[in-house]
């Protein structure tokens, strides 16, 4: 598992890393729903260049596709639409006690996050050294991701249709406006 | 790189949680569970550049149902906005005990 890396590699994980850590803490600080919104979209496109520095390319580009382009402009067309565009007082955080409660809270959860992820992994679950760019090269980006999805998890592919298809009948049936006569 | 994109990602998701203890706008706690969920593709992109390409799945799927949730959340909160005039969360407690 010890792999050396270029410099250049690093320099950018590190670099994306730290941008998107100080964009999300940004965006949770932020007043102005907007700017948060934007500051959001700032560490979607950091975590997008990190997926390509992980060797999911295919995955990079639906993160800036999906998440940047069509999840978060859907938050900014509400924003709009409701006008909370403003820092008013409906965008203001708790009060202090609850802020510290949450620090000790996140602070707490971190430590265990970190703790857990220096675990060990079973063997049965390891592959070899550069099984990944192996599979990258022998089918591409899109094939690495479309073989198994298409395979083995093809039901769990066919069954999100009918999630998404539930998902849209309930939006527009949540935002219908109710006329007089509705009931 | 993989124990800094698992640190990377807890980072994230602590950050997440936080948002979402502290706001009080509904739409911004929506866009807190969004980054929580994107610490979480992270693990599972991190994961599947050692251990196998499945994880680039899970992550398509996750990005489906963060789709989903996104479109009937916001009109959850659209239908909200109609009834009471406000996203914040100090206002909208008819289920507090």
């Known amino acids: 598992m010890q792999q050396h890396y270029p410099l250049f590699y690093t320099f950018h994980f590190y670099f994306f890393g730290v941008v998107a850590i100080a964009s999300a803490l940004a965006f949770v600080t932020r007043k102005s729903p907007v700017a948060a919104a934007l500051w959001l979209v700032n560490t979607m496109f950091s975590l997008s260049a990190i997926f390509v520095l992980l060797d999911a390319q295919f995955i990079g580009v639906m993160q800036v596709l999906v998440y940047a382009g069509a999840i978060m402009v859907v938050f900014l067309f509400v924003i709009m639409l409701l006008n909370l565009g403003h820092p008013s007082e409906i965008a203001d955080t708790r009060g202090k006690w609850p802020v510290f409660a949450a620090s000790l809270i996140g602070i707490a959860m971190l430590s265990m996050i970190m703790s857990i992820s220096r675990g060990r992994i079973a063997a049965d679950f390891q592959v070899p050294v550069g099984f990944a760019a192996q599979q990258m090269e022998k089918y591409g980006a899109v094939g690495t991701v479309a073989r198994p999805l298409f395979n083995e998890y093809l039901l769990a592919f066919e069954l999100t249709s009918i999630l998404l298809l539930v998902a849209i009948a309930g939006a527009v049936v949540l935002g219908r406006r109710k006329t007089a006569d509705a009931r | ?97």
């Open chain 2, 1 to 97: 790189m993989l124990a800094e994109s698992l640190a990377l990602s807890a980072v994230l998701f602590t950050i997440g949680v936080v948002g979402v203890l502290t706001r009080r706008n509904a739409i911004i706690i929506f866009m807190c569970v969004e980054l929580m969920l994107n610490a979480v593709n992270l693990t599972f992109v991190a994961f599947s550049r050692f251990y196998g390409a499945e994880g680039q799945v899970f992550v398509v799927f996750v990005m489906t149902v963060a789709a989903a949730e996104a479109a009937v959340g916001l009109a959850i909160i659209i239908a909200i906005f109609r009834h009471r005039q406000t996203v914040s969360l100090q206002n909208i407690n008819l289920l507090k005990g």
